[in-house]
C-alpha cells in the first residue's frame, strides 16, 4: 500500500544532503551569468569610450573648460548604457586628464590609446568570494588617435 515510516525518512535525509550542493550550483549558474552580464557592459563602455578617445584624445576626465561632462571619455564610457553607471572606473593610458592641447601633451595622430573600463564584481554565492576574495571585472580597448 503506502510506504513505511522509515522509507519516508530516508527520502527526507537524502533531500537534505543533496540540498546545499543545488542550491550551490544554481547560484554558481546565477553568479556566471551576472558576471558575463557585467562584461559585455563593460566591454561596451570600454568600446564607446574608446571611440571618443579616438576622435577626443586630450578630453580624458570632467575637469574645467572643454572637458566638462558630456565632453570628455570617462563620461561617453559610463553612460554607454544610456544611463550613468557611476560603479564603473574609467582609466585612460597615456593619461593626460583634461588638457586642451598645451605644452607638454604628447598625444598626437597616429599614437595608441586604451581605455580600460572596470567594476568590483560581488559573488551571491559565498564560497566563491571565500575562496577569491574580492573581484575586479574589466575590458580594455586599444585605438589610433585619428587627425
Not at 26 to 52: C, F, H, K, P, Q
Request: some cysteine; aromatic content about 4%.
Amino acid at each position: 500500500m503506502g510506504k513505511d515510516r522509515s522509507e519516508r525518512g530516508a527520502a527526507l535525509v537524502e533531500f537534505a544532503v543533496v540540498l546545499p550542493f543545488l542550491l550551490a550550483i544554481t547560484l554558481g549558474v546565477i553568479d556566471v551569468g551576472r558576471a558575463y552580464v557585467s562584461s559585455v557592459a563593460l566591454a561596451n563602455a570600454a568600446r564607446e569610450g574608446a571611440m571618443y578617445a579616438a576622435l577626443h584624445p586630450l578630453s580624458q576626465a570632467p575637469g574645467g573648460g572643454g572637458c566638462a561632462d558630456p565632453n570628455n571619455i570617462t563620461y561617453h564610457a559610463r553612460t554607454e548604457s544610456g544611463s550613468v553607471a557611476t560603479n564603473i572606473s574609467v582609466s585612460v593610458s597615456p593619461s593626460v586628464g583634461c588638457a586642451t592641447g598645451g605644452a607638454g601633451q604628447a598625444i598626437n595622430p597616429g599614437d595608441t590609446i586604451t581605455v580600460t573600463a572596470s567594476e568590483p564584481f560581488s559573488p551571491i554565492t559565498p564560497l566563491i568570494e571565500g575562496f577569491t576574495g574580492p573581484l575586479t571585472l574589466s575590458s580594455s580597448v586599444k585605438v589610433v588617435v585619428q587627425g
